[in-house]
């Protein structure tokens, strides 16, 4: 069901993107334009058809299985942090109310237009690409775009405040010196450790919590089958990412994904429990 409500949805937005270039060429014509009108309207339908819906439908989906974050999400009156897209002032007893901001839904969503208008525009040589990319196995996208996400993945972990980057040795020093943390172990080749490094980041930010940060690509498998092991995850680096919380007294409990919030929260009220 989803999956049909993504490809009507492209095609309203493929025939609005026709009308508009229907009209440009309507009054190109009008105003004495070349004789390439006809060719221009044949693509144009060419394009709102087949083109652009298939070749965005096919683009989104890479996106989806590399794992790419979009920052364009939300709902319609949201800011993304709680208030709404418009912010009442008073004024006696009168109240009135400003555009938010350019992170507000309207600037995302007209953001998304214009990237969107652009697919449109080059439907064309992105659906070439693309085919060859399958044809001969090429994953030119699905590299590119990794190599995007990895980058943003790193840069986050970071410059992040409240996340602190640790090796093997500091991890035994914690457990061997009954220091209580909250340790992430992930990596930037996976899926969803980049997916919930944005959650984690924030509520340590948030709650001024500092985060103990594991780099699963930073280390040999020795030493990564040696931190699973003294985290009592006995898992291979694969079926990670893993957070925990480490007791005062070496204990360690998973902390479950859909409670990163929570947990982080609670541990900044009582750490250690």
Request: hydrophobic content about 45%; proline content about 4%; aromatic content about 12%.
């Amino acid at each position: 069901m989803t999956g049909i409500l993504q490809w009507a949805a492209t095609y309203a937005l493929s025939a609005l993107y026709y009308f508009v270039f229907w009209v440009f060429s309507r009054g190109n014509a009008i105003n004495g334009g070349n004789d390439l009108s006809p060719i221009f309207d044949w693509f144009n339908i060419i394009n709102a058809v087949g083109l652009f819906p298939i070749s965005s439908m096919w683009f989104r989906n890479i996106l989806h299985k590399v794992g790419h974050q979009t920052h364009l999400g939300g709902l319609p009156m949201d800011r993304g942090n709680g208030p709404t897209y418009f912010t009442p002032l008073k004024n006696g007893n009168q109240s009135r109310f400003i555009l938010g901001g350019i992170d507000t839904a309207l600037f995302k969503n007209a953001e998304l237009l214009v990237i969107y208008l652009i697919n449109y525009v080059v439907a064309l040589p992105l659906f070439i690409l693309l085919s060859l990319s399958q044809l001969f196995g090429w994953q030119l996208f699905e590299r590119i775009i990794l190599a995007i996400e990895k980058y943003r993945y790193q840069e986050k972990m970071k410059l992040a405040e409240f996340v602190k980057p640790i090796d093997v040795d500091e991890i035994t020093r914690l457990f061997n010196e009954h220091q209580a943390g909250i340790v992430f172990i992930g990596s930037p080749d996976d899926v969803m450790s980049r997916m919930i490094a944005e959650r984690i980041i924030g509520a340590g930010k948030l709650n001024s919590v500092v985060i103990h940060y594991f780099d699963v690509a930073k280390a040999t498998d020795e030493q990564n089958q040696m931190v699973l092991s003294k985290l009592h995850l006995y898992s291979s680096p694969n079926q990670l990412p893993a957070l925990v919380r480490i007791g005062s007294d070496g204990s360690v409990s998973p902390v479950d994904f859909d409670r990163i919030d929570e947990v982080i929260r609670l541990w900044a009220e009582n750490p250690d429990k």
